[in-house]
C-alpha cells in the first residue's frame, strides 16, 4: 500500500544519510522503523497483574492429586 506522510528536513536528511551508508530503500527503513514502534507499543491483552501470579509453594503436583481419585464404579463407555 502506498502513501504520502510530512517528513521535515532534518529527518529527511538523517533519513537519506541512513540509508545511503547502510545501502537500504528508504522504504524498507521506514517500513521497518514502524514495525518496531508498533511492536514496541502494542497494548497488551494480558490482565494487569497476570505475570505477578505467584504459586501456591506447598501444592501438590497433579500427579499428587489424581491418586485421591476414586476410580469410576463403571465404566461410562461399555
Same mark, same amino acid.
Given at each position: ?14 533519513? &537519506? ?5 547502510? %545501502?537500504v530503500s528508504?522504504?524498507? +527503513?521506514?517500513? /521497518?522503523?514502524? %514495525?518496531?514502534?508498533?511492536t514496541q ?6 490482565? &494487569?497483574?497476570f505475570f505477578?501470579? /505467584? ?8 500427579? &499428587?492429586?489424581?491418586?485421591? +481419585? ?9
Amino acid at each position: 500500500m502506498n502513501t504520502n506522510v510530512y517528513i521535515d528536513d532534518k529527518l529527511f536528511e538523517r533519513l &537519506e544519510d541512513y540509508i545511503k551508508q547502510n %545501502n537500504v530503500s528508504r522504504s524498507f +527503513l521506514i517500513r /521497518e522503523a514502524l %514495525n518496531a514502534f508498533l511492536t514496541q507499543h502494542a497494548k497488551s491483552t494480558w490482565k &494487569e497483574g497476570f505475570f505477578e501470579f /505467584e504459586a501456591i509453594e506447598d501444592f501438590p503436583l497433579p500427579h &499428587e492429586l489424581r491418586k485421591s +481419585l476414586l476410580s469410576p464404579k463403571q465404566d461410562p463407555f461399555s
